[in-house]
């Protein structure tokens, strides 16, 4: 497929100067910092984080700046850089019922213990541009403290469910070995360790296009929001020599439990079920969409009818990887003049014995 160019180097050199050149911009504007970038671009630098599968605010505004802004190339920037890292050790799972609690919301309940928590979000805002934030000196708005401090832990509102006997029940299944998709191939059929570690760095327009399809005729349920939360949860390992937990770093995380009905099975009695979606940093959008997309992709093992592109496990986990996807579609800049004037001479071809074709028909029609 692919044909090798000699020479040419010195018109790649510049292009790398070109693109340090519109990197920069008019060098009289003061440049942007990594920590302007993190600081400012926050939800640009959490999906970075999320898609690019490393938790470091640093690197990611550096692939940022680095991209331009592109949130797809740094995310490939991200990604390579993560191969070069050394794997030291494995984390504990983490307790997100132990997080400290910034934003928490439930659509089911309207009073629950804990409240509802609204936290930084546009979801109250006018989607009307704010020139105040082109001006410069200007002082912002700072936010009322809270009248009373948050409770430090916030129980989950699918757990009430689950007292109740109302939703599927969820138990460790007793997995010895959690499949790691960052050193093993993809396989199928997929277990749900595989697709929710594919899920959690996929492309987030793609899985917001699939989760969007099971809502609008493409999918059976109709979800309900159980519970998203936004915090800090923290990350413990175990070492050997120790042979107990320690924590070694506190990271942001955005949990999403989708409920969903189940009409029942000749197995199991009709109940809510639910779909999990968790990511780094503050990606709701995200986190939705992979819970919405994990509960379709559960069809299968709840005996529904696998109809739909969403419920396609196969389907789904081949086609979200924005690193791999863009890399098959860029590639067709890349030089295939080989392959095109084969494909050129074989057209040519097929229209010569076409028009033959075609002038020894109309021959014949005129003979009789």
């Known amino acids: 497929m692919y044909v090798a160019v000699k020479g040419g180097e010195q018109a790649i050199l510049n292009t790398h100067k070109l693109i340090s050149e519109t990197r920069r911009g008019d060098p009289a504007i003061a440049e942007l910092t990594l920590t302007q970038i993190s600081e400012q671009f926050g939800l640009a630098v959490d999906r970075v984080m999320a898609e690019g599968s490393v938790y470091d605010r640093q690197l990611a505004a550096l692939a940022l700046k680095q991209a331009q802004g592109d949130a797809m190339e740094a995310i490939f920037l991200l990604r390579a850089y993560r191969t070069t890292l050394p794997r030291i050790a494995m984390s504990e799972p983490i307790d997100t019922s132990r997080m400290t609690i910034r934003r928490r919301i439930s659509a089911t309940f309207k009073d629950l213990p804990g409240g509802q928590v609204l936290g930084p979000t546009y979801d109250y805002t006018h989607r009307l541009l704010d020139f105040a934030l082109a ?113 070694v770093a506190d990271v942001t995380v955005t949990e999403c439990q989708m409920i969903n009905s189940f009409r029942g099975s000749a197995e199991q009695p009709p109940q809510f079920t639910r779909g999990y979606g968790l990511t780094f940093g503050h990606n709701e959008r995200k986190a939705m969409s992979m ?35 863009n890399g098959l ?30 002038a020894a028909a109309q021959s014949k029609e005129a003979a009789e």
Do not use: C
């Open 291 to 325: 819970s919405l997309v994990d509960r379709a992709m559960r069809s299968r093992e709840l005996g529904e009818d696998v109809r739909h592109p969403a419920q396609d496990e196969e389907f789904v986990l081949s086609h979200t990887d924005n690193v791999e996807a």
């Open 135 to 247: 001006a410069d000196g200007i002082e912002r708005v700072q936010a009322a403290p809270a009248a009373e401090p948050l409770d430090q832990l916030v129980p989950r509102v699918v757990d009430f469910l689950g007292n109740e006997g109302v939703i599927q029940d969820e138990r460790d299944d007793g997995q010895d070995e959690v499949f790691d998709l960052t050193r093993q191939p993809m396989s199928f059929p997929a277990g749900r360790d595989q697709r929710l570690q594919n899920l959690a760095r996929a492309d987030e327009g793609f899985l917001l296009g699939l989760a969007y399809s099971t809502t609008r005729g493409y999918g059976y349920n109709h979800p309900f929001v159980g519970e998203l939360r936004l915090g800090e949860v923290t990350v413990e390992i175990v070492p050997e020599e120790l042979g107990f937990p320690i924590a």
């Open 329 to 358: 579609v860029t590639h067709y800049k890349l030089p295939h003049y080989v392959d095109f004037q084969a494909e050129l001479q074989l057209v040519r071809q097929l229209q010569t014995e076409y028009e033959a074709a075609r």
